[in-house]
Structures are given as C-alpha cells and as structure tokens.
C-alpha cells in the first residue's frame, strides 16, 4: 500500500454491524454538516512485515473512512533517528507537514519492554511541541492504541497518554488494548471479529465524534492564561526599550 499519500482503503467492513454506526450527527455536537470531512493521521510503531500495530492503524482506517474521515497513514520506515540529519530530510518534512493538516490523530504502538517502541517514539520526537509560531500537536484530537504480545497490558496506552498530554492535545477517554494480537488478525492481515474488534470501533467513533467537537474551537481550548501573561510581559519590556511602540495589551 502506497502510504505517501491518502491510502487507498476499500471499505470492507465484514464484521462491523453499518446500521449501528452511522456517521456522526452534527447537530448534537454543534457541528456543521457542510463541513469537509475530518482529517485524521495515523501513527504506527514497528518495522515488521507482519507488524501488527500497522494490520491494526489500518484496520483503524477503514472504520474512520467509514464515519466520513479522510485519512492518511505515515509510514515509519526511512524515518532517520532523531538529530542525524536535518529536519529538511523529506520523510521528516512529511511527518510535520501530515500533523499539521491533521485535525486528529491515532496513535498505535506494540509493547516492548514494558513500553513503547523506539521507532515510535522517534516519529513524536520530530514532532516538536513548537517550531516557531507553529505547534504540529497542540489542539488535535488524539486516541491511543497498542497491541500486545502476550496477555493484556495498558502500560503502552498510558504511556502514550502522557505523551499526548505533554504535546498539548486533547486525548479522548476511550482507549484499545488488544492482547494475543497475533491470534487477531487473519492470514490477510484483517482483524477477527472479537470484542477487541468492537472496542476499536468504538474508539474510533469516539474520536471522529470529539474532533468535530473540538473543531473550530481547539486555539480557544488550549490558549492559556500564562503565555497570554508572558506574551504581554514581554511587550512592555519591548515598549520601555523603544523597540516597540505602543500596542494593547492582550485580551
């Protein structure tokens, strides 16, 4: 699958019950319907070629293609390592341009060692929290998945959440945890019909849900009091060296 662009997903949806998820109503979220549709990034954590954290941010895919999300879905490989080459190198170009036209994003990584992997830690590490005036996170939706080994284990999605929260997005409550992945999927890489399956559907519907009520709203939901005051301070230090004249203050 060609991920440099919107994946070309077909909508085969087997085990989903369509009558019971109907898209988003709008009107319940103070949302307009004429809107374009919401932009979601997906994240994965491995490099296998039998990668379940990819079978399972694409089985993610087709469920938003589904609720009238547009998609897309970075693929980590030839992402250098942070720092060992410029943020100009186009695979990191890429990460930061899809982040920034995200309106949300989903996050799945495998649990090694107790945590997230590397190779996904690197696609948040050249995502900066600011680059600028610009912040490639700040205000996205954000939902947390991982797939396990073994039994259950949530030390991945809690991780993921503090990173979520240290980039200043706004990380929906549900979350997806499927354990034993490798008993899951098929031999086409599509996920069984289980409750874990169930659980991924409704997290995504809740994402697709949270992003359009946060749309519009997300730079008065994250504005904060003391950047307003810093920004302000720094203004008037500006104004008594004659560097600035005067401006309001902020409001």
């Not at 949806?13 to 898209?23: Q, S, V």
């Not at 992997?117 to 948040?124: C, E, L, P, R, S």
Request: hydrophobic fraction near 40%.
């Amino acid at each position: 699958m060609n991920n440099e662009r919107q994946s070309p997903v077909l909508l085969d949806l087997p085990h989903l019950a369509a009558d019971l998820l109907p898209g988003p109503r709008h009107d319940a979220l103070g949302a307009d319907a004429g809107q374009p549709a919401p932009r979601i990034l997906l994240l994965y954590g491995s490099l296998r070629p039998q990668s379940y954290s990819r079978k399972l941010a694409l089985e993610a895919e087709r469920i938003l293609r589904h609720l009238g999300a547009e998609t897309r879905v970075f693929d980590p490989h030839d992402l250098p390592l942070l720092d060992s080459v410029g943020r100009d190198h186009p695979k990191v170009q890429q990460l930061r341009e899809w982040s920034l036209w995200s309106e949300g994003q989903v996050w799945v990584s495998p649990e090694r060692h107790g945590t997230i992997t590397g190779v996904f830690k690197n696609q948040i590490d050249w995502l900066p929290l600011e680059d600028g005036s610009v912040r490639p996170t700040q205000g996205r939706t954000l939902a947390v998945m991982q797939v396990c080994g073994g039994s259950q284990s949530f030390n991945v999605v809690n991780t993921l959440r503090v990173l979520g929260r240290w980039m200043r997005m706004v990380t929906i409550p549900n979350q997806s945890s499927v354990a034993k992945a490798w008993q899951e999927f098929d031999e086409a890489g599509r996920m069984r019909a289980s409750p874990f399956y169930d659980r991924v559907v409704d997290v995504m519907e809740e994402l697709v849900k949270f992003t359009l009520l946060v749309r519009g709203r997300s730079d008065y939901l994250v504005d904060r009091y003391s950047e307003r005051k810093g920004a302000d301070e720094a203004r008037q230090v500006a104004r008594e060296s004659g560097v600035l004249e005067d401006v309001p203050a902020a409001s």
